[in-house]
């Protein structure tokens, strides 16, 4: 017997974002103490890092939302190997911080894979059978494996939010709209350093019909769960 997929609609901008539940992942972007914590890279650039703390119970909420619904969840991290094989020294140059990526600093090594900065929130702690990426650039999709790991798991919608909106969430959004996945960027689920970039790429993400993406609260997605019903999808977009 073959079960009808789960229909989520969405009350999002540009306008409504439709999907199947089992075909959509929650893609969490460096929820990981290096930019949420004090003394991580983060800080190093200059930042107020306290700002992006009050997101953590909207993503709470979120996550156990959708592991209530069975759904795919996807966790990154910002970080490079020990040997930083993976850094490029623009990138380790770039801003001339006080510490730089792989300096050691009171949370480990800064931005290297494995050192208690790189790991994620208490908060937000991956589960078993959740994916766990490493990625050492800002975009998700980068010298990860993450297109393979998606497209085996028949994934075709996705939700994002995590840090920084304008700079990781933004990069692995425009990567996946370009590989043909449509995204939804959670609202209140996401920050940045500066409000202002936050607005601006909530903005741009969802102007020209949804160039990038489609944009809404969590709230509209907790409620398309309370009501997800059978797939009634356009064809065209069920097939993709
Ligand atoms: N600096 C900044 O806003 N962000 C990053 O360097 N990485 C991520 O966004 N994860």
Not at 186 to 209: I, W
Request: net charge negative.
């Amino acid at each position: 017997m073959t079960t009808s997929p789960r229909l989520l609609r969405i009350d999002a901008e540009p306008f409504a974002f439709a999907c199947e539940a089992e075909r959509t992942a929650l893609v969490l972007i460096d929820m990981q103490r290096d930019f949420i914590e004090p003394g991580g890279f983060g800080e190093t650039l200059g930042n107020d890092v306290s700002l992006l703390a009050k997101i953590v119970p909207a993503c709470q909420a979120l996550l156990a939302a959708w592991r209530e619904a069975g759904g795919l969840v996807v966790h990154t991290r910002e970080a490079h190997r020990p040997d930083l094989a993976d850094c490029p020294p623009a990138k380790r140059n770039r801003g001339n911080p006080r510490l730089r990526i792989g300096d050691a600093g009171p949370m480990g090594r800064i931005l290297v894979a494995g050192e208690p900065g790189s790991q994620i929130i208490d908060a937000l702690a991956p589960v078993d059978g959740e994916i766990v990426l490493d990625k050492p650039g800002k975009g998700a999709f980068y010298a990860t494996g993450l297109q393979a790991r998606l497209q085996e798991r028949g994934i075709r919608w996705l939700l994002f939010a995590g840090v920084t909106t304008e700079v990781c969430v933004q990069t692995s959004m425009r990567e996946a709209n370009d590989r043909g996945y449509d995204c939804l960027l959670l609202e209140d689920c996401t920050e940045s350093y500066f409000p202002q970039f936050k607005a601006a790429t909530l903005e741009m993400v969802r102007a020209q019909g949804g160039i990038v993406g489609w944009t809404a609260p969590s709230t509209a997605l907790l409620a398309a769960l309370g009501a997800a019903g059978p797939a009634t999808l356009p064809a065209a977009a069920r097939a993709a």
